[in-house]
């Protein structure tokens, strides 16, 4: 089997006991982890996030999108101390190339550690603003070039045109997928999106189900089979099987005292 079609394998996590007051439907969906440490939810995480750039940038195809590669600077440290050098780095330059070109940039950036010497990267896409010129094969920017440094961000950086939507979306795939087995520090984001980098509300579905969580637990499971025991039809959520008292939360010995 693919590993990016495995289910969440997070072993503690809970379940969601639904019930659609309108048609008197019970599911029970127990929902991904949603961790970057699970294989299956970091996969499906990924896809998520590279489709949301793609979109964005059909979006706005008016944009002079750009793909930029900046540094944190040489000499930083461990890990920890990288990450809280470049993002106050990334923040100045932001501000800095605002004030200089009255533009807002929009932005979807992705963090990777460099394989040869292990320093922070922030792999971006962005509506740029200021000019670009290839020279010997390569692209270049007087702007970035005289800011960078200034900034607190090390002078090795990459600029190209971006060319497609789909482009965008092998970008982000591609730079998520080499950060899997980084271990970050607790609460780091890995994946930064400007504010007005393109929503999209489709994605954001109406719930039609009041939810109540079960825990996997005794009272969890005492729950459940009370629910069960009432007659009432419990059908789980993705295959819309009905749920037996051979189910997994109740196939565990507990005493439940039913009096």
């Given at each position: 089997?693919?590993?990016?079609?495995?289910?969440?394998?997070?072993?503690?996590?809970?379940?969601?006991?639904?019930?659609?007051r309108e048609t008197g439907e019970s599911v029970l969906h127990r929902p991904d982890c949603k961790l970057w440490s699970c294989k299956h939810c970091a996969r499906v995480k990924a896809k998520q996030w590279a489709s949301r750039a793609r979109?964005?940038?059909?979006?706005?195809?008016?944009?002079?999108?750009?793909?930029?590669?900046?540094?944190?600077?040489?000499?930083?440290?461990?890990?920890?101390?990288?990450?809280?050098?470049?993002?106050?780095?990334?923040?100045?330059?932001?501000?800095?190339?605002?004030?200089?070109?009255?533009?807002?940039?929009?932005?979807?950036?992705?963090?990777?550690?460099?394989?040869?010497?292990?320093?922070?990267?922030?792999?971006?896409?962005?509506?740029?603003?200021?000019?670009?010129?290839?020279?010997?094969?390569?692209?270049?920017?007087?702007?970035?070039?005289?800011?960078?440094?200034?900034?607190?961000?090390?002078?090795?950086?990459?600029?190209?045109?971006?060319?497609?939507?789909?482009?965008?979306?092998?970008?982000?795939?591609?730079?998520?997928?080499?950060?899997?087995?980084?271990?970050?520090?607790?609460?780091?984001?890995?994946?930064?999106?400007?504010?007005?980098?393109?929503?999209?509300?489709?994605?954001?579905?109406?719930?039609?189900?009041?939810?109540?969580?079960?825990?996997?637990?005794?009272?969890?499971?005492?729950?459940?089979?009370?629910?069960?025991?009432?007659?009432?039809?419990?059908?789980?959520?993705?295959?819309?099987?009905?749920?037996?008292?051979?189910?997994?939360?109740?196939?565990?010995?507990?005493e439940v005292d039913l009096s």
């Amino acid at each position: 089997m693919r590993e990016d079609i495995l289910e969440c394998e997070t072993g503690n996590r809970p379940y969601l006991l639904g019930h659609n007051r309108e048609t008197g439907e019970s599911v029970l969906h127990r929902p991904d982890c949603k961790l970057w440490s699970c294989k299956h939810c970091a996969r499906v995480k990924a896809k998520q996030w590279a489709s949301r750039a793609r979109r964005g940038v059909r979006q706005e195809d008016g944009r002079d999108w750009h793909f930029m590669t900046v540094t944190v600077q040489e000499q930083s440290g461990v890990l920890a101390r990288q990450v809280k050098i470049m993002a106050h780095a990334w923040d100045k330059l932001l501000k800095r190339g605002k004030r200089a070109f009255k533009h807002d940039w929009m932005t979807f950036t992705v963090p990777e550690l460099g394989d040869t010497f292990g320093r922070l990267h922030y792999h971006t896409i962005l509506d740029c603003g200021f000019d670009c010129i290839q020279r010997g094969g390569k692209w270049r920017s007087a702007w970035l070039h005289d800011n960078l440094k200034p900034c607190g961000l090390g002078y090795i950086y990459d600029i190209s045109p971006l060319g497609s939507p789909e482009k965008a979306s092998n970008y982000v795939t591609q730079y998520i997928t080499s950060g899997f087995g980084v271990e970050f520090p607790k609460g780091f984001r890995r994946v930064r999106v400007s504010q007005n980098f393109p929503k999209f509300d489709e994605d954001e579905k109406t719930d039609e189900f009041d939810w109540q969580v079960i825990m996997c637990s005794p009272d969890g499971r005492r729950l459940l089979l009370g629910v069960l025991l009432s007659g009432e039809i419990v059908r789980e959520a993705k295959t819309k099987k009905p749920i037996g008292f051979d189910h997994p939360i109740l196939a565990i010995r507990h005493e439940v005292d039913l009096s």
